[in-house]
């Protein structure tokens, strides 16, 4: 089946620091990919949308400047968390649509801890 | 405003017996559903779907069943088993014309006790 890599699969920074997050879809062009967070024993919530070629669509409340995401290819997206703080402390986890017919493909996620 | 609501947070049942986990959802234009399942520090793996044009889909073990007039649905899984433990995430999505973004529920940890 599909399979999206996404790495770290964890990582320590220091608070103002940057820290990218990559997500790759394997065996698949992925035109669109999702981002999402999730706080401890929380649900996943959408960070914003990444559309290969173009600029991604924030969710409201998700500071585009803060949280900046490229698609430059089919088969990659990256989010970068610029100036972190501890308050970024999260599990992030990317998605690949594969169209309606396929679905979504989640990625195994992110575990940032920002001291 | 949780368009996506599990109320019920843990749920424990005996190996063997049925898991019945149940989700709402207030959006009427959602049309798309899906169960996924996870584990701690580990992306969702995708369980089962229904679209809104049926009120039940069934693999295997696992059940959906939609009702769309109580913006309900629920997952079956019987038997359950103790590897079924995990915590479980109702989804929703309409389609946008290019790309379906997902709603997620709150989640239900399922316990399977042996």
């Known amino acids: 089946g599909a399979v999206v890599s996404q790495h770290p699969s964890w990582v320590i920074c220091k608070s103002g620091t940057s820290v990218k997050i990559e997500c790759r879809s394997l065996?698949?062009?992925?035109?669109?990919m999702f981002w999402y967070r999730q706080f401890p024993k929380q649900s996943l919530m959408l960070m914003a949308t990444?559309?290969?070629?173009?600029?991604?669509?924030?969710e409201q409340g998700v500071e585009k400047d803060k949280f900046l995401i490229n698609h430059a290819s089919l088969t990659l997206s990256t989010l970068t968390v610029t100036s972190a703080h501890p308050e970024d402390s999260s599990f992030y986890i990317c998605?690949?649509?594969?169209?309606?017919?396929?679905?979504?493909?989640f990625g195994s996620g992110t575990r940032l801890t920002v001291v | 405003d949780q368009q996506v609501k599990q109320n019920s947070p843990s749920l424990s049942v005996q190996e063997g017996r049925i898991s019945i986990l149940n989700c709402d959802y207030t959006?009427?234009?959602?049309?798309?559903f899906l169960w996924y399942k996870k584990y701690p520090a580990e992306g969702p793996t995708f369980l089962i779907s229904?679209?809104?044009?049926?009120d039940k889909n069934e693999d295997g073990r696992f059940t959906v069943f939609l009702n769309k007039s109580a913006k309900h649905l629920s997952l079956h899984i019987v038997p359950s088993q103790p590897g079924d433990s995990a915590v479980y995430f109702c989804?929703?999505?309409?389609?946008?014309?290019?790309?379906?973004?997902?709603?997620f529920g709150t989640g239900t940890r399922l316990q399977v006790t042996l």
């Open positions: 998605s690949a649509w594969q169209g309606r017919n396929y679905g979504y493909t």
């Open positions: 065996d698949f062009q992925a035109t669109t």
């Open positions: 990444s559309n290969e070629g173009s600029k991604a669509t924030y």
């Open positions: 959006n009427s234009m959602f049309d798309y």
């Open positions: 229904i679209s809104s044009i049926k």
């Open positions: 989804a929703a999505s309409f389609f946008t014309g290019t790309a379906s973004k997902l709603t």
